[in-house]
């Protein structure tokens, strides 16, 4: 069974930090892209960041680009999300996503959610202005 397991989020002020973690199990996780995606009220869903397992390619979204970083723990089966220089519009709930990776897609494909077959509960972000 696939599980996805999101934690780390809560309020922070603007300007703070947060790290969110996905623990994943269930599917070849070397061979995965792993990634964050983002949901605020009333918004669509938004892709974050996402890793390339395989040979570690970063994805970012233009508007965390500087701001968020993300890691991955092949021993612990985890990705990682470092969020720096919170801004309110960051708040959302932040869901965790994996898939095959498929070298060549590009920063589109994989922010856009498409080969993420697997996805996890969220975890919600407040950002206070």
């Known amino acids: 069974e696939v599980q996805l397991q999101a934690s780390g989020g809560g309020l922070v002020q603007a300007g703070g930090s947060l790290r969110l973690s996905c623990a994943a199990s269930?599917?070849?996780?070397?061979?995965?892209?792993i990634g964050w995606f983002r949901q605020a009220p009333g918004k669509e869903r938004e892709g974050v960041s996402v890793?390339?397992?395989?040979?570690?390619?970063?994805y970012y979204a233009d508007s965390v680009k500087g701001r968020f970083t993300i890691s991955s723990d092949n021993a612990k089966n985890t990705v990682y999300l470092q969020m720096i220089s919170l801004k309110p519009e960051d708040t959302a709930v932040y869901y965790c996503a994996a898939g095959y990776f498929r070298g060549g897609r590009g920063s589109d494909y994989y922010l856009a959610g498409y080969g993420m077959h697997y996805w996890g509960k969220g975890t919600l972000v407040t950002v206070s202005s």
């Open positions: 269930g599917f070849s996780f070397d061979d995965a892209a």
């Open positions: 890793i390339g397992n395989r040979d570690g390619t970063e």
